[in-house]
């Protein structure tokens, strides 16, 4: 049995707590949030963001940071992505030297460019960060439905230590060094995801949503690539994978909130409906910086961007895409 600080206590931590008090270990979910904690506590559910998925009676709530941090064998960061840095200064002084952190949010800070593990490592330099993610959503891992997911980290053994206090008959782990590749796929999809969402809310149809993903996954995979990801993380589960269950899914809030700028609404709009933080809102504008960086042709994401942010119409971003100029799928092979 491992004792572990689950630090946010959002869907995918909640659900990831659910889960690792089901393998046996010891959890201690935390929140700032101090009227959050006090529902958990007194319903053992999170009514809003996991209605139905009910939590073990020994699992702990707490708004103490410290309490939650110490003595852990592992500590999993589950805070959305925009506010990982501040939560992980606001670790640092509890955080002893060498703990395992392992990160579970998606994201790429748009300031820096700098993936969330390494905006840990930066925070907490004593400690060792490892990263899980892969087509996993909360409202299905909370109710015991099979997934994959991989955890990658610096070191095999940390990697496999994760995977064992992961891995469970309903949840399978793959371990993978490629960091870097894993975290550009799970964020960038969301940006991939919110193009996904507009064309179902513009009415198109199976053809349309195949194409953005394809042609999104292309995308991702040459950013990916050049910045010195493995080409085959684009085609597992953090790549591939992971995208096509965000643009798909019916859980996904980054389709949700697409599907609703589709029909009209903004993005602030969206995001209000939608209730919970979309990632691919905020993680945009760092996947076009990383483009113009790394020289790298990414037009969905050029699209996303111009809709976002500067008032363009989905069916128009839609016309300029298919419009662009004529060219090979996979490069110029003709002899």
């Given at each position: 049995m491992a004792k572990i600080g689950v630090i946010g206590a959002g869907s995918w931590g909640i659900a990831l707590a ?9 959890v201690t979910v935390w929140s700032v949030i101090e009227s959050e904690i006090e529902m958990l506590k007194a319903n ?94 909360a409202e299905e891992v909370g109710r015991g439905l099979p997934t994959i997911c991989a955890v990658g980290a610096k ?181």
């Open positions: 659910w889960l690792l008090m089901n393998n046996g270990h010891e053992h559910e999170h009514k809003d963001k996991l209605p139905g998925v009910k939590l073990q009676d020994d699992m702990q709530f707490t708004t103490d940071l410290e309490g939650a941090c110490k003595d852990k064998d592992l500590l999993v960061l589950a805070v959305p992505s925009i506010y990982t840095r501040s939560t992980a200064a606001s670790m640092k002084n509890f955080v002893k030297e060498g703990q395992l952190i392992t990160s579970v949010a998606k994201g790429i800070e748009e300031k820096t460019l700098m993936r969330l593990s390494e905006i840990i490592e930066q925070e907490i330099p004593q400690s060792v960060v490892t990263v899980l993610c892969g087509p996993s959503h070191k095999k053994a940390d990697a496999e230590f994760v995977q064992n206090i992961f891995s469970s008959k309903v949840f399978r782990v793959y371990t993978t060094p490629d960091m870097l590749g894993m975290e550009l796929g799970a964020a960038l999809k969301n940006v991939v995801a919110l193009a996904a969402g507009m064309a179902d809310g513009m009415g198109f149809g199976d053809n349309t949503k195949a194409a953005l993903i394809t042609r999104g996954m292309a995308e991702i995979s040459r950013l990916g690539i050049a910045m010195g990801g493995h080409a085959a993380t684009f085609s597992g589960l953090t790549g591939i994978g992971d995208l096509i269950v965000t643009c798909a899914s019916r859980h996904s809030r980054n389709r949700m909130a697409g599907f609703l700028m589709g029909q009209g609404k903004s993005a602030d709009e969206a995001m209000t409906e939608v209730k919970m933080v979309v990632e691919g809102v905020y993680c945009a504008k760092a996947a076009e910086k990383l483009a113009e960086k790394y020289n790298v042709e990414m037009p969905i994401v050029k699209e996303v961007n111009e809709i976002l942010f500067n008032n363009k119409s989905p069916r128009e971003s839609l016309t300029d895409l298919m419009m662009r100029d004529r060219k090979s799928e996979i490069g110029d092979l003709w002899t």
